[in-house]
T-cell receptor, first 111, second 113 residues
Framework: NAGVTQTPKFRVLKTGQSMTLLCAQD?????MYWYRQDPGMGLRLIHYSVGEGTTAKGEVPDGYNVSRLKKQNFLLGLESAAPSQTSVYFC??????????FGSGTRLTVV | SQQGEEDPQALSIQEGENATMNCSYKTSINNLQWYRQNSGRGLVHLIL?????REKHSGRLRVTLDTSKKSSSLLITASRAADTASYFC?????????????FGSGTQLTVLP
Protein backbone atom coordinates (compact mmCIF):
# COMPACT_ATOMS: atom_id res chain seq x y z
CA ASN A 1 0.00 0.00 0.00
CA ALA A 2 2.04 2.94 -1.31
CA GLY A 3 -0.40 5.77 -0.43
CA VAL A 4 0.78 8.96 -2.13
CA THR A 5 3.97 8.84 -4.19
CA GLN A 6 5.78 11.94 -5.44
CA THR A 7 8.49 12.05 -8.06
CA PRO A 8 11.14 13.32 -8.19
CA LYS A 9 12.28 13.71 -4.58
CA PHE A 10 14.91 16.34 -5.37
CA ARG A 11 15.52 18.63 -8.33
CA VAL A 12 17.69 21.61 -9.15
CA LEU A 13 16.51 23.86 -11.97
CA LYS A 14 18.00 26.88 -13.65
CA THR A 15 15.88 30.01 -13.86
CA GLY A 16 13.57 29.78 -16.87
CA GLN A 17 13.60 25.99 -17.13
CA SER A 18 10.42 23.98 -16.95
CA MET A 19 9.55 20.80 -15.13
CA THR A 20 6.64 18.62 -14.05
CA LEU A 21 6.14 17.12 -10.62
CA LEU A 22 4.15 13.90 -10.55
CA CYS A 23 1.84 12.77 -7.78
CA ALA A 24 0.23 9.34 -7.78
CA GLN A 25 -2.20 7.88 -5.24
CA ASP A 26 -3.52 4.33 -5.02
CA UNK A 27 -6.38 4.91 -2.58
CA UNK A 28 -9.02 5.90 -5.15
CA UNK A 29 -9.39 9.31 -3.50
CA UNK A 30 -11.45 11.96 -5.26
CA UNK A 31 -9.61 15.00 -3.92
CA MET A 32 -5.98 15.84 -4.64
CA TYR A 33 -3.89 18.86 -3.70
CA TRP A 34 -0.54 20.53 -4.25
CA TYR A 35 0.98 22.55 -1.41
CA ARG A 36 4.27 24.34 -1.02
CA GLN A 37 6.08 24.64 2.28
CA ASP A 38 8.48 27.45 3.00
CA PRO A 39 10.39 28.01 6.26
CA GLY A 40 8.21 29.55 8.96
CA MET A 41 5.12 29.78 6.72
CA GLY A 42 3.40 26.42 7.08
CA LEU A 43 1.82 24.96 3.96
CA ARG A 44 0.12 27.02 1.28
CA LEU A 45 -2.29 25.57 -1.25
CA ILE A 46 -1.24 25.97 -4.89
CA HIS A 47 -3.93 24.07 -6.82
CA TYR A 48 -6.39 21.33 -6.08
CA SER A 49 -8.75 18.91 -7.79
CA VAL A 50 -12.14 17.57 -6.70
CA GLY A 51 -12.16 14.75 -9.23
CA GLU A 52 -10.80 13.45 -12.51
CA GLY A 53 -10.70 16.15 -15.15
CA THR A 54 -11.17 19.03 -12.68
CA THR A 55 -8.70 21.56 -11.31
CA ALA A 56 -9.00 24.78 -9.30
CA LYS A 57 -6.73 27.52 -7.99
CA GLY A 58 -5.65 27.68 -4.39
CA GLU A 59 -3.98 30.45 -2.43
CA VAL A 60 -0.75 30.77 -4.45
CA PRO A 61 -1.40 29.52 -8.03
CA ASP A 62 0.70 32.01 -10.03
CA GLY A 63 3.52 30.41 -12.01
CA TYR A 64 2.06 26.90 -11.75
CA ASN A 65 -0.30 24.78 -13.83
CA VAL A 66 -1.90 21.43 -13.03
CA SER A 67 -3.66 18.60 -14.76
CA ARG A 68 -5.67 15.61 -13.60
CA LEU A 69 -6.30 13.46 -16.63
CA LYS A 70 -6.49 10.28 -14.56
CA LYS A 71 -8.06 9.96 -11.14
CA GLN A 72 -4.91 8.58 -9.57
CA ASN A 73 -2.50 11.21 -10.92
CA PHE A 74 -2.13 14.94 -10.29
CA LEU A 75 0.62 16.77 -12.14
CA LEU A 76 2.12 20.12 -11.16
CA GLY A 77 3.95 22.06 -13.87
CA LEU A 78 6.34 24.97 -13.70
CA GLU A 79 6.59 26.55 -17.15
CA SER A 80 9.40 29.01 -16.41
CA ALA A 81 10.98 28.43 -13.02
CA ALA A 82 11.92 31.39 -10.82
CA PRO A 83 14.08 31.48 -7.65
CA SER A 84 10.91 32.36 -5.67
CA GLN A 85 9.64 28.87 -6.48
CA THR A 86 12.43 27.28 -4.47
CA SER A 87 10.46 25.31 -1.91
CA VAL A 88 9.37 21.90 -0.74
CA TYR A 89 6.29 20.71 -2.62
CA PHE A 90 3.80 18.30 -1.10
CA CYS A 91 1.01 16.44 -2.77
CA UNK A 92 -1.93 15.12 -0.77
CA UNK A 93 -5.14 13.24 -1.39
CA UNK A 94 -8.31 12.74 0.60
CA UNK A 95 -11.86 11.56 0.70
CA UNK A 96 -14.82 13.41 2.16
CA UNK A 97 -14.83 13.68 5.97
CA UNK A 98 -11.35 12.22 6.44
CA UNK A 99 -7.86 13.57 6.96
CA UNK A 100 -5.38 14.06 4.16
CA UNK A 101 -2.69 11.60 3.14
CA PHE A 102 0.53 13.36 2.17
CA GLY A 103 3.42 12.32 -0.01
CA SER A 104 7.00 12.62 1.20
CA GLY A 105 7.67 15.81 -0.74
CA THR A 106 9.80 17.17 -3.58
CA ARG A 107 12.62 19.51 -2.67
CA LEU A 108 13.06 21.98 -5.54
CA THR A 109 15.86 24.50 -5.84
CA VAL A 110 15.82 27.12 -8.59
CA VAL A 111 19.18 28.81 -9.20
CA SER B 1 -3.48 33.68 4.44
CA GLN B 2 -2.97 31.65 7.62
CA GLN B 3 -6.30 30.56 9.03
CA GLY B 4 -4.81 28.67 11.97
CA GLU B 5 -2.04 29.96 14.19
CA GLU B 6 -0.25 27.67 16.64
CA ASP B 7 1.10 28.67 19.99
CA PRO B 8 3.82 28.32 21.12
CA GLN B 9 6.07 28.35 18.06
CA ALA B 10 8.54 26.12 19.89
CA LEU B 11 8.25 23.88 22.94
CA SER B 12 10.92 21.87 24.72
CA ILE B 13 10.03 19.33 27.42
CA GLN B 14 11.48 16.31 29.19
CA GLU B 15 10.48 12.79 28.27
CA GLY B 16 7.46 11.70 30.28
CA GLU B 17 6.00 15.20 30.58
CA ASN B 18 2.83 16.33 28.85
CA ALA B 19 2.96 18.70 25.89
CA THR B 20 0.17 21.14 25.08
CA MET B 21 -0.10 23.05 21.84
CA ASN B 22 -2.78 25.59 21.00
CA CYS B 23 -4.34 26.69 17.75
CA SER B 24 -6.48 29.73 17.05
CA TYR B 25 -8.41 30.41 13.87
CA LYS B 26 -10.50 33.21 12.43
CA THR B 27 -13.55 31.97 10.53
CA SER B 28 -16.20 29.29 10.86
CA ILE B 29 -15.03 25.74 10.17
CA ASN B 30 -16.33 22.29 9.25
CA ASN B 31 -13.55 20.58 11.12
CA LEU B 32 -10.08 21.09 12.52
CA GLN B 33 -7.24 18.64 12.03
CA TRP B 34 -3.83 18.11 13.58
CA TYR B 35 -0.81 16.82 11.68
CA ARG B 36 2.71 15.84 12.63
CA GLN B 37 5.78 16.37 10.48
CA ASN B 38 9.10 14.79 11.27
CA SER B 39 12.15 16.60 9.95
CA GLY B 40 12.48 16.19 6.19
CA ARG B 41 9.32 14.11 5.88
CA GLY B 42 5.73 14.54 4.79
CA LEU B 43 2.84 15.38 7.09
CA VAL B 44 1.01 12.62 8.93
CA HIS B 45 -2.62 13.01 9.92
CA LEU B 46 -3.16 12.63 13.67
CA ILE B 47 -6.74 13.47 14.46
CA LEU B 48 -9.80 15.25 13.06
CA UNK B 49 -12.39 16.95 15.23
CA UNK B 50 -15.66 18.17 13.76
CA UNK B 51 -17.22 21.52 14.57
CA UNK B 52 -19.98 19.88 16.64
CA UNK B 53 -17.48 17.93 18.78
CA ARG B 54 -15.77 19.32 21.86
CA GLU B 55 -13.18 16.68 22.68
CA LYS B 56 -11.58 13.70 21.01
CA HIS B 57 -9.01 11.12 22.07
CA SER B 58 -6.63 8.92 20.13
CA GLY B 59 -4.08 6.96 22.14
CA ARG B 60 -1.91 9.51 23.98
CA LEU B 61 -3.49 12.40 22.08
CA ARG B 62 -6.33 14.54 23.34
CA VAL B 63 -7.79 17.32 21.23
CA THR B 64 -10.30 19.91 22.35
CA LEU B 65 -12.25 22.37 20.25
CA ASP B 66 -13.97 25.55 21.44
CA THR B 67 -15.83 27.06 18.50
CA SER B 68 -17.00 30.03 20.56
CA LYS B 69 -13.38 31.02 21.15
CA LYS B 70 -12.24 29.72 17.76
CA SER B 71 -9.48 27.71 19.38
CA SER B 72 -8.23 24.15 19.73
CA SER B 73 -5.61 22.43 21.81
CA LEU B 74 -3.57 19.28 21.29
CA LEU B 75 -2.33 17.47 24.38
CA ILE B 76 0.28 14.73 24.10
CA THR B 77 0.55 12.80 27.35
CA ALA B 78 3.63 10.96 28.63
CA SER B 79 5.77 12.31 25.80
CA ARG B 80 8.57 10.29 24.22
CA ALA B 81 11.69 11.31 22.33
CA ALA B 82 9.99 9.95 19.19
CA ASP B 83 7.30 12.64 19.56
CA THR B 84 9.89 15.25 18.56
CA ALA B 85 8.43 16.84 15.43
CA SER B 86 6.54 19.85 14.13
CA TYR B 87 2.81 19.87 14.79
CA PHE B 88 0.37 21.73 12.57
CA CYS B 89 -3.26 22.53 12.98
CA UNK B 90 -5.35 22.84 9.84
CA UNK B 91 -8.88 24.09 9.40
CA UNK B 92 -11.43 23.08 6.80
CA UNK B 93 -13.95 25.78 6.06
CA UNK B 94 -17.45 25.27 4.67
CA UNK B 95 -16.92 25.49 0.90
CA UNK B 96 -19.51 23.43 -0.95
CA UNK B 97 -18.05 20.46 -2.78
CA UNK B 98 -14.44 21.52 -2.50
CA UNK B 99 -12.44 20.46 0.53
CA UNK B 100 -9.58 22.78 1.35
CA UNK B 101 -7.35 22.76 4.39
CA UNK B 102 -5.57 25.88 5.58
CA PHE B 103 -2.51 25.24 7.73
CA GLY B 104 -0.91 27.20 10.50
CA SER B 105 2.83 27.73 10.75
CA GLY B 106 3.31 24.96 13.30
CA THR B 107 4.76 24.24 16.73
CA GLN B 108 8.19 22.66 16.91
CA LEU B 109 8.15 20.16 19.78
CA THR B 110 11.41 18.83 21.19
CA VAL B 111 11.24 16.00 23.72
CA LEU B 112 14.50 15.59 25.58
CA PRO B 113 15.51 12.10 26.75
Amino acid sequence: NAGVTQTPKFRVLKTGQSMTLLCAQDMNHEYMYWYRQDPGMGLRLIHYSVGEGTTAKGEVPDGYNVSRLKKQNFLLGLESAAPSQTSVYFCASSEQYYGYTFGSGTRLTVV
Amino acid sequence: SQQGEEDPQALSIQEGENATMNCSYKTSINNLQWYRQNSGRGLVHLILIRSNEREKHSGRLRVTLDTSKKSSSLLITASRAADTASYFCATERPSGSARQLTFGSGTQLTVLP
